[in-house]
């Protein structure tokens, strides 16, 4: 039995950290074997968004992978603006519901609020 696939990385919430967790997702899953191109936009969009809308000063964004046991890439960001979630889509968010198969929100813990996307491999 394989282990599970999953990376997580903390960052800055600067748009150099943001650009950064793109190339550490792409290389992450270049490593794991799979397919990297949507993930990558997906990856960046939303830690574009993390950084522009849910930055708070002196607070980090997260960014985690994992391959669900369907098979698809789980991209998770979290920021820690609870206040503000992607209740509609905009621009960004648009490309990222077209390249995912599902994408959402969550909130918790306090004061984090993480947006997801999976995608098949």
Excluded at 55 to 68: A, I, N
Excluded at 79 to 94: K, M, V, W
Aim: proline letters at 7%.
């Amino acid at each position: 039995m394989n282990p599970p696939l999953h990376y997580a990385v903390q960052l800055s919430a600067t748009p150099r950290a943001a650009r950064l967790a793109r190339l550490l997702a792409v290389e992450q899953l270049r490593a794991w074997g799979l397919p990297f191109e949507n993930a990558a936009q997906v990856v960046a969009e939303l830690c574009s968004n993390a950084v522009t809308h849910g930055r708070v000063p002196g607070r980090d964004f997260h960014l985690e992978l994992s391959v669900t046991d369907a098979g698809r890439v789980r991209i998770e960001v979290a920021d820690t603006r609870s206040d503000r979630f992607p209740d509609e889509p905009r621009y960004g968010l648009s490309i990222v519901g077209a390249l995912a198969d599902r994408w959402g929100s969550s909130t918790g813990p306090a004061p984090r609020k993480t947006v997801w996307a999976e995608l098949s491999s």
